[in-house]
């Protein structure tokens, strides 16, 4: 999955634009100009997906763009813990499960599926491979 969401900018009528998104609309915020809201868009979104995972809540699936969006897409390890935790849901793998797996403690599985805690991505990698997942990295023109 791709975890990058729809938004839309709109001009404040204090100045600055807020920002939306149709798919997790938890994630709102705002900034004084165009570049400044879209780099809190970001923050935003990562956010608000952490809290899903917090609530252990589906991710939800990005919409299509439509006329007048613009695409956030959470960072990197943002995504493969998004990822990671998603799997698991899926495939109803327990931290505990995974954890022996992968030999390493459960507390070490849950900071990896918390996009709040640091992780090092090749764990996380790891982790995505023993469920049967790979992590694509894909960059494109801001």
């Known amino acids: 999955m791709i975890y990058a969401y729809p938004c839309q900018l709109t001009p404040d009528e204090d ?7 149709r798919d997790v609309p938890e994630a ?3 900034g004084s100009d165009y570049a400044e809201a879209l780099a809190m868009a970001e923050d935003a979104l990562a956010t608000a997906l952490a809290g899903y995972v917090q609530e252990e809540w589906e ?7 439509e006329d007048g969006d ?3 897409a959470v960072p990197s390890v943002v995504a493969a ?4 935790y998603s799997a698991m849901k899926a495939q109803r793998v327990s931290g505990a499960d995974l954890a022996h797996r992968l030999g390493i403690s459960e507390a070490a599985v849950r900071k990896m ?4 805690d640091r992780s090092d991505m090749d764990r996380v990698q790891q982790a995505l491979r023993e469920l049967g997942h790979r992590l694509k990295v894909e960059v494109t023109a801001a």
Request: glycine content about 14%.
């Open 15 to 21: 100045g600055g634009f807020v920002v939306t998104f």
């Open 28 to 30: 709102i915020t705002g």
């Open 59 to 65: 991710i939800p699936m990005p919409s299509g763009i």
């Open 70 to 72: 613009l695409s956030v």
């Open 81 to 84: 813990k998004l990822a990671l």
């Open 113 to 116: 599926a918390n996009p709040d």
